[in-house]
Protein backbone atom coordinates (compact mmCIF):
# COMPACT_ATOMS: atom_id res chain seq x y z
CA UNK A 1 0.00 0.00 0.00
CA UNK A 2 1.54 3.36 -0.81
CA UNK A 3 1.99 6.01 1.65
CA UNK A 4 -0.48 8.88 1.02
CA UNK A 5 0.08 12.62 1.77
CA UNK A 6 -2.28 13.87 4.62
CA UNK A 7 -2.29 17.55 5.65
CA UNK A 8 -0.33 18.58 8.42
CA UNK A 9 -2.58 22.04 8.31
CA UNK A 10 -6.16 22.29 9.23
CA UNK A 11 -7.96 20.53 11.98
CA UNK A 12 -7.80 16.64 12.44
CA UNK A 13 -10.10 14.38 11.18
CA UNK A 14 -11.09 11.60 14.00
CA UNK A 15 -12.14 7.96 12.70
CA UNK A 16 -13.23 5.86 15.43
CA UNK A 17 -13.02 2.08 15.80
CA UNK A 18 -16.24 1.39 17.87
CA UNK A 19 -15.61 -1.35 19.00
CA UNK A 20 -12.42 -1.33 20.00
CA UNK A 21 -13.07 2.18 22.08
CA UNK A 22 -16.17 0.28 23.31
CA UNK A 23 -14.55 -2.77 24.81
CA UNK A 24 -11.42 0.01 26.33
CA UNK A 25 -13.70 1.42 28.30
CA UNK A 26 -15.33 -0.92 31.48
CA UNK A 27 -18.80 1.14 31.89
CA UNK A 28 -19.57 0.75 27.83
CA UNK A 29 -18.13 -3.02 27.97
CA UNK A 30 -20.95 -3.93 30.00
CA UNK A 31 -23.87 -3.03 27.61
CA UNK A 32 -22.49 -4.84 24.81
CA UNK A 33 -25.18 -7.09 25.36
CA UNK A 34 -27.01 -4.72 23.14
CA UNK A 35 -24.97 -3.28 20.93
CA UNK A 36 -26.90 -0.27 20.02
CA UNK A 37 -26.96 0.58 23.49
CA UNK A 38 -23.05 0.81 23.90
CA UNK A 39 -22.79 2.85 20.80
CA UNK A 40 -25.61 5.49 22.20
CA UNK A 41 -23.80 5.31 25.32
CA UNK A 42 -20.26 5.92 23.31
CA UNK A 43 -21.90 8.64 21.35
CA UNK A 44 -23.00 10.46 24.93
CA UNK A 45 -19.26 10.46 25.98
CA UNK A 46 -18.27 11.89 22.59
CA UNK A 47 -20.93 14.33 22.33
CA UNK A 48 -19.86 18.45 21.39
CA UNK A 49 -16.53 17.36 19.58
CA UNK A 50 -16.17 18.50 15.85
CA UNK A 51 -14.66 15.63 13.47
CA UNK A 52 -15.75 12.85 14.58
CA UNK A 53 -16.74 9.69 12.74
CA UNK A 54 -17.90 6.57 14.34
CA UNK A 55 -17.65 3.28 12.56
CA UNK A 56 -19.05 0.50 13.58
CA UNK A 57 -19.18 -2.87 12.71
CA UNK A 58 -22.62 -4.47 10.97
CA UNK A 59 -25.82 -2.22 11.05
CA UNK A 60 -29.39 -2.21 11.00
CA UNK A 61 -30.43 -5.17 8.30
CA UNK A 62 -26.89 -5.40 7.89
CA UNK A 63 -27.33 -2.43 5.43
CA UNK A 64 -24.19 -0.08 5.17
CA UNK A 65 -25.99 3.43 6.56
CA UNK A 66 -24.51 6.53 7.58
CA UNK A 67 -26.00 9.04 9.80
CA UNK A 68 -25.02 12.13 11.68
CA UNK A 69 -26.28 11.80 15.48
CA UNK A 70 -25.87 14.96 17.45
CA UNK A 71 -23.57 16.11 14.82
CA UNK A 72 -21.15 12.74 14.70
CA UNK A 73 -21.48 11.19 11.67
CA UNK A 74 -22.31 7.34 12.57
CA UNK A 75 -21.17 4.97 9.96
CA UNK A 76 -22.27 1.26 10.43
CA UNK A 77 -20.12 -1.51 8.00
CA UNK A 78 -22.87 -3.22 6.94
CA UNK A 79 -21.54 -6.77 5.60
CA UNK A 80 -17.90 -5.42 5.51
CA UNK A 81 -15.31 -5.15 8.36
CA UNK A 82 -15.49 -1.71 9.85
CA UNK A 83 -11.95 -1.79 9.83
CA UNK A 84 -12.66 -1.89 5.50
CA UNK A 85 -15.27 1.29 5.73
CA UNK A 86 -12.21 2.51 7.86
CA UNK A 87 -9.33 2.02 4.93
CA UNK A 88 -12.17 3.55 2.57
CA UNK A 89 -12.44 6.50 3.87
CA UNK A 90 -9.24 7.52 4.20
CA UNK A 91 -8.39 6.68 0.45
CA UNK A 92 -10.94 8.95 -0.20
CA UNK A 93 -9.89 11.74 1.70
CA UNK A 94 -6.19 11.65 1.51
CA UNK A 95 -6.12 15.14 1.86
CA UNK A 96 -7.16 15.82 4.71
CA UNK A 97 -5.36 15.68 8.16
CA UNK A 98 -6.78 11.98 9.96
CA UNK A 99 -6.31 10.24 13.15
CA UNK A 100 -7.91 6.61 13.69
CA UNK A 101 -8.51 5.37 17.17
CA UNK A 102 -8.01 1.43 17.31
CA UNK A 103 -6.11 -0.69 19.27
CA UNK A 104 -6.63 -3.12 16.28
CA UNK A 105 -2.77 -3.62 15.14
CA UNK A 106 -3.52 -5.11 11.68
CA UNK A 107 -5.35 -1.54 11.17
CA UNK A 108 -3.02 0.60 12.51
CA UNK A 109 -0.71 -0.81 10.61
CA UNK A 110 -2.64 -0.12 7.22
CA UNK A 111 -4.24 3.44 8.30
CA UNK A 112 -0.25 4.30 9.07
CA UNK A 113 0.46 3.46 5.54
CA UNK A 114 -1.89 5.67 4.21
CA UNK A 115 -0.57 8.72 6.34
CA UNK A 116 -3.30 8.83 9.33
CA UNK A 117 -2.02 9.04 13.25
CA UNK A 118 -2.93 5.98 15.25
CA UNK A 119 -4.67 6.44 18.75
CA UNK A 120 -4.76 3.89 21.23
CA UNK A 121 -8.90 3.63 22.24
CA UNK A 122 -7.19 4.16 26.02
CA UNK A 123 -5.32 7.59 25.10
CA UNK A 124 -8.20 8.84 23.16
CA UNK A 125 -10.61 7.74 26.67
CA UNK A 126 -8.30 9.58 28.60
CA UNK A 127 -9.56 13.18 26.98
CA UNK A 128 -13.00 12.16 27.80
CA UNK A 129 -12.06 10.67 31.82
CA UNK A 130 -15.55 12.50 33.33
CA UNK A 131 -17.45 10.28 31.74
CA UNK A 132 -15.47 7.40 30.87
CA UNK A 133 -14.21 4.73 33.35
CA UNK A 134 -10.92 3.64 31.50
CA UNK A 135 -9.35 0.52 33.87
CA UNK A 136 -5.47 0.22 33.91
CA UNK A 137 -3.51 -2.67 32.42
CA UNK A 138 -1.00 -3.86 34.29
CA UNK A 139 0.97 -4.75 31.41
CA UNK A 140 0.95 -1.17 30.42
CA UNK A 141 2.59 1.51 31.91
CA UNK A 142 -0.28 4.76 31.93
CA UNK A 143 0.93 7.70 29.51
CA UNK A 144 2.60 10.22 31.21
CA UNK A 145 1.03 13.68 32.14
CA UNK A 146 3.11 15.21 28.98
CA UNK A 147 1.72 12.35 26.51
CA UNK A 148 -1.92 13.24 27.57
CA UNK A 149 -1.37 16.46 27.35
CA UNK A 150 -0.08 16.24 23.67
CA UNK A 151 -2.92 14.52 22.55
CA UNK A 152 -5.31 16.86 23.70
CA UNK A 153 -3.28 19.50 21.91
CA UNK A 154 -3.13 16.56 19.00
CA UNK A 155 -7.20 16.41 19.07
CA UNK A 156 -7.86 20.30 20.48
CA UNK A 157 -9.03 19.22 23.29
CA UNK A 158 -7.14 21.15 25.69
CA UNK A 159 -10.11 22.21 28.27
CA UNK A 160 -10.60 18.44 28.40
CA UNK A 161 -7.94 17.17 30.95
CA UNK A 162 -8.84 14.87 33.51
CA UNK A 163 -9.53 15.15 36.52
CA UNK A 164 -6.77 16.25 38.53
CA UNK A 165 -4.34 17.10 35.97
CA UNK A 166 -2.89 20.52 35.45
CA UNK A 167 -3.51 22.34 31.91
Known sequence: ???????????????????????????LRRLMD????????????????PRLRV??????????????????T???AGRLPADERIVTWLLNHPHLRTAVVTDDGGL??????????VVS????????SRTSTVQEDERRQPPTGQEVQDWLRYFGLEGSAPDGEEQ
Open 55 to 72: VCDGGPGGRHEVEVRGGI
Open 121 to 128: SEIFLLGF
Open 1 to 27: MARRRHSHQGPVHTLIDAHNVIYADAR
Open 34 to 49: VPERARRALLEVLQGR
Open 108 to 117: AQRVRALGAR
Open 74 to 76: VEY
